[in-house]
């Protein structure tokens, strides 16, 4: 009876120890990660998806070792995996997708497409990579909700990472004024809203600055059914203040063209209603 007392005593102080090791253990990597997210030159993905490795394989080889030290629970889990056969054949089918997963996620781990922070466009979905786990990436969309994308479904997909080697963004403001308006007023227009806006960078080089090349390329770049579209190229630090630079500028360069009488615009159709023809007597 006591020897008993004994192995259930020490199968759950061994439970306890994993949960308190696996809670140490998240703490430690949770604070690597806040310091790697205060100081922007360290990458939290690394911590990020180890934290949740570890914790898997705590959790896992405490529960082995547990098991281990009571007979019963042995003898039974030997009993077990000795009868085990077909079902392990067939947990082996059903965990394919998840070992996929794990595996994908590893990958992305190691070639790095992309990172913790990262801004991605996958599909229809666009957000900033929260978190990498062993089975799925957590992305937070523009309108704070969480969008999970098993790892081995990113790995097939196309991504469009806003982040991946350069921050820098090349924001495109694009006008469209109608054939009677000054396009060279226009393009002087919005050439000058760029280039006073305090989110827009000097991307020129020195060489270019040497030549002469404006802080701010205005061209037009289509002659339309009813409009002609020209295009400012604007860049900013990252895409959040390429957003505010676009919104701005759409303001401030449609209420310029108010101003002096530069006409945005609107298809239109003519309708000519024709008179049925009388029949000749």
């Known amino acids: 009876m006591k020897s008993n007392l004994l192995q259930t005593g020490i199968f759950i102080a061994i439970l306890i120890l994993t949960v308190i090791v696996a809670y140490l253990v998240n703490r430690f990597f949770t604070r690597l990660i806040r310091r790697s997210t205060e100081d922007m030159k360290n990458d939290p993905t690394n911590y990020q998806f180890l934290k949740h490795f570890s914790s898997g394989i705590i959790y896992i080889i405490g529960l ?9 629970l042995r003898t039974l889990a030997s009993s077990m995996l000795a009868g085990a056969g077909i079902l392990a054949v067939a947990v082996g089918f059903a965990s394919q997708q998840a070992l996929s997963n794990i595996i994908s996620g590893v990958f992305i781990i190691i070639f790095k497409p992309f990172r913790v922070n990262d801004r991605l466009k996958v599909r229809e979905f666009n957000g900033m990579v929260e978190d990498i786990t062993l089975r799925h990436t957590v992305i937070r969309d523009l309108e704070n909700k969480r969008i999970l994308i098993p790892n081995a479904v990113l ?8 982040d991946f080697l ?5 924001k495109w403001i694009v006008m469209e004024v109608s054939y009677d308006s000054d396009i060279d007023l226009a393009k002087k227009i ?10 827009h960078m000097d991307s020129r080089k020195p060489e270019q600055i040497d030549e002469g090349v404006p802080p701010v390329i205005v061209r037009v770049i289509q002659l339309g059914n009813f409009s002609i579209q020209i295009r400012a190229w604007a860049w900013a630090k990252d895409v959040a203040d390429a957003f505010v630079l676009g919104c701005d500028l759409n303001e401030s360069i449609k209420k310029r063209f ?24």
């Open 64 to 72: 082995s070792i547990a098991i281990y030290t009571v007979p019963s």
């Open 155 to 162: 790995s097939d997909e196309i991504i469009v990472n806003s």
């Open 190 to 199: 919005m050439a000058e809203e760029v280039e006073k806006h305090p989110f």
């Open 258 to 281: 108010d101003a002096v009488g530069i006409e945005i615009p609107y298809p239109h159709q003519k309708i000519i209603i024709q008179e049925p023809m009388k029949d000749k007597m």
């Open 166 to 170: 350069e921050d820098k963004i090349c």
